[in-house]
């Protein structure tokens, strides 16, 4: 509960008077019906006057308009602060996964990340926004309805003393069902997003290899399995519109028959039970299970929110298994570059029996080339991706003019490093925009020198925009 506490304190102020406006709607619904009861009980009785007509209209509109100020407010504040309350929740989610290494990286398809702050946060945001418009809405009508029925007729409530626990246990059950399908469904977006995302990324593969029906195939069967487990979530929605009707519909039916013969019976007695008050008696049951109809929309809404809040807790709660809080020399930077393995060894899964590198020493003198030849996955790649930190070792030591990498900021480490992948990526802008990249303050000679050594000036200048 501390961890989503952070992110309401900025907009308390949304938080509390969302519901507050949802307060104002239930107290104007709550007058309203004993309003309309004693406008029909006095037109039955041949009392309503004109001038008692028009007060009455005058206070109906008052009450009409302090309901819509209080619901318009309440939906305003409720979506303003889930809004708010969403987006820092993501841009933590995000912070997060760039301080990752490629260690945490790889305990977690790209598919499932991006799932995690897109979807996943989006369930939380619509979770928050029904919590602060029916928090106190459902009770307040359900608590208010149940007071102002047994006022009304204590005899007749026993009623709704048979069916509401009844309807209570059914939702209950359909909750209780509901949450674990939730978060298999949340698992499936997961895998799916990953083969998209797998399969656009390696287009190229794909297409040389003719394997787009091998790739349509495996998407449809991620989408089957997605669309079967939405299903099986989505099964207890569509039961629960018609359950909660049946109750409802049952209870109103009895409420009629029994209120009528306490009406007939009581209705020449002085303080009985008239026609307006069983209006307002079956108005009062129908908010009171309304209300309870909210209340399952909430809790299954609240079902979905938990498994998609589970997920986002577990990449915001990964530890890091690279930081510098340990660094020795956080203001030391890389000078002349002189890079030396001492007995390095490397698993990317600990529990592994075989290690990637085993006991590796090498040692590269400042300003000299070194080649590393070897086969394709026998550790060239993960061996330079120590230098600056992707990975760490499981053992022995990496060091950058005689100082362990770990000993430096990561910061000023990786500042002094220059690292070209296998896989290269452009992102969105112009070439400028990209080389500038690293250091936005680069002026253009330099951003032209920096072409000039990756041996891209020519191809840059091919193009009738250049950098731009």
């Not at 000993?407 to 990786?414: M, W």
């Amino acid at each position: 509960m501390k961890r989503w506490i952070k992110y309401v304190k900025p907009y308390l102020t949304s938080f509390i008077l969302g519901p507050l406006g949802m307060i104002v709607e239930v107290i104007g619904e709550m007058f309203m019906p004993l309003l309309l009861a004693m406008i029909i009980n006095e037109g039955e009785a041949g009392t309503l006057t004109v001038g008692k007509s028009l007060g009455y209209a005058g206070i109906l509109i008052a009450i009409v308009l302090c309901m819509m100020a209080g619901g318009v407010a309440g939906a305003y504040f409720g979506s303003k602060a889930s809004v708010n309350f969403a987006a820092d929740l993501r841009s933590d989610v995000y912070s997060k996964i760039q301080m990752y290494s490629f260690a945490n990286i790889d305990r977690y398809q790209a598919g499932s990340l991006v799932t995690r702050m897109t979807n996943d946060v989006t369930q939380i945001q619509n979770f928050v926004n029904m919590l602060l418009r029916m928090a106190l809405r459902s009770p307040g009508m359900l608590i208010g309805g149940i007071i102002m029925a047994v006022a009304l007729k204590p005899s007749l409530s026993l009623v709704l003393l048979v069916t509401m626990p009844l309807l209570i246990i059914t939702i209950l059950l359909l909750i209780r069902v509901a949450f674990p399908r939730f978060g298999i469904m949340q698992k499936k977006i997961d895998k799916l997003n990953s083969t998209v995302r797998e399969n656009v990324t390696n287009v190229r593969v794909v297409k040389s290899f003719v394997r787009e029906d091998f790739e349509i195939d495996k998407f449809e069967g991620d989408n089957r399995d997605l669309k079967e487990s939405g299903m099986r979530a989505v099964k207890l929605m569509i039961w629960m519109g018609p359950v909660m009707n049946i109750f409802m519909y049952v209870t109103v039916i009895a409420v009629i028959w029994f209120g009528h013969g306490i009406v007939l019976s009581e209705h020449s007695l002085a303080g009985g039970m008239q026609i307006g008050d069983l209006s307002a008696f079956i108005t009062y049951t129908t908010q009171i299970l309304s209300s309870l109809m909210m209340v399952t929309m909430l809790l299954m809404t609240s079902s979905r929110a938990l498994a998609s809040g589970r997920r986002i807790c577990e990449v915001l709660d990964e530890k890091l298994d690279i930081s510098d809080d340990g660094a020795k020399y956080p203001e030391r930077r890389v000078e002349s570059g002189e890079i030396e393995f001492r007995d390095v060894t490397f698993r990317y899964y600990k529990n592994s029996e075989e290690a990637v590198l085993d006991n590796i020493s090498i040692k590269i003198e400042a300003g000299s080339t070194v080649g590393i030849i070897g086969s394709t996955g026998c550790g060239k790649t993960t061996l330079v991706s120590m230098i600056p930190r992707l990975y760490d070792t499981d053992s022995g030591e990496v060091l950058i003019d005689g100082v362990n990498v770990k000993d430096y900021s990561l910061v000023h480490l990786r500042d002094g490093i220059g690292m070209v992948l296998q896989k290269n990526l452009l992102f969105s802008g112009s070439i400028a925009d990209n080389l500038r990249w690293g250091d936005m303050e680069a002026t253009e000679e330099e951003m032209k020198l920096a072409a000039r050594h990756s041996c891209a000036d020519k191809f840059v200048d091919s193009f009738s925009d250049g950098y731009d």
